[in-house]
């Protein structure tokens, strides 16, 4: 599976923005798809994941009830929609998928690109 991540840009404290991923190969349905993050000078962290079926999602605390991540796997694309952006969610978002349980602890099968959100307070 190749993971493309685009979608990210400039924007102000409180604004919104949509995190796209595409993947390619016939497989995608199978996977759990993530979204982590890497901040200058940190480790990258967990966001927020969704089951192949999208029945099941999970999110860090620090983004609950701002973020929704969702998916349409007759498009192989999975989307993260960040609202209420703060300047400490300023980072590369990394798409990634996996096995549910694996994705969450950061142990994926395949990353994406990085594709940079900057958020200017």
């Known amino acids: 599976v190749q993971l493309q991540a685009s979608g990210g840009g400039l924007v102000q404290a409180g604004g919104s923005l949509r995190l796209s991923c595409a993947a390619s190969?016939?497989?995608?349905?199978?996977?759990?798809m993530g979204w982590f993050r890497q901040a200058p000078g940190k480790e990258r962290e967990f966001v927020a994941a969704i089951s192949w079926s999208g029945g099941i999602v999970y999110y860090a605390e620090s983004v609950k009830g701002r973020f929704t991540i969702s998916r349409d796997n007759a498009k192989n694309t999975v989307y993260l929609q960040m609202n209420s952006l703060k300047p400490e969610d300023t980072a590369v978002y990394y798409c990634?998928?996996?096995?549910?349980?694996?994705?969450?602890?950061?142990?994926?099968?395949?990353w994406g690109q990085g594709t940079l959100v900057t958020v200017s307070s």
């Open positions: 190969g016939r497989t995608f349905s199978s996977y759990a």
């Open positions: 990634a998928a996996g096995v549910m349980k694996a994705v969450v602890s950061g142990r994926v099968d395949y």
